[in-house]
């Protein structure tokens, strides 16, 4: 089993920047793609940024330009990078992993850090 601890979340004045980091541990060797979503109040949780197993990157349309996702494979953790933050970025962020688990993918989720950002 993998198991995911999110931190780096914060308050943060609009313009401002921070960075996430999601460690995982267990069984680390069946991840594959790892993947930041959000959730804000009242709304549905949305994907921010994904990558790849061989670091492929993709992002939502509005962080596009502001985030970057990046994965150190030796530490078991991923990362995003905000910058040019927006009252808009406020938000619970969680760390998404898909493992492998025999035939299946099975999705582990962290537990979550929260992101305020100011205006």
């Known amino acids: 089993q993998v198991q995911l601890v999110e931190s780096g979340g914060g308050l943060v004045q609009a313009g401002g920047s921070l960075r996430l980091s999601c460690a995982a541990s267990g069984s680390t060797f069946s991840i594959t793609r790892m993947t930041w979503y959000r959730q804000a109040p009242g709304k549905q949780r949305e994907l921010v940024a994904h990558?790849?197993?061989?670091?492929?990157?993709t992002y939502a349309d509005s962080v596009k330009g502001r985030f970057t996702i990046s994965r150190d494979n030796a530490k078991n953790t991923v990362y995003v990078q905000m910058n040019s933050l927006k009252p808009e970025d406020t938000a619970v962020y969680y760390c998404n992993a898909a493992t492998v688990v025999g035939a299946s993918y099975v999705e582990v989720w962290g537990q979550g850090t929260l992101v305020t950002v100011s205006s």
């Open positions: 990558i790849s197993s061989g670091g492929r990157t």
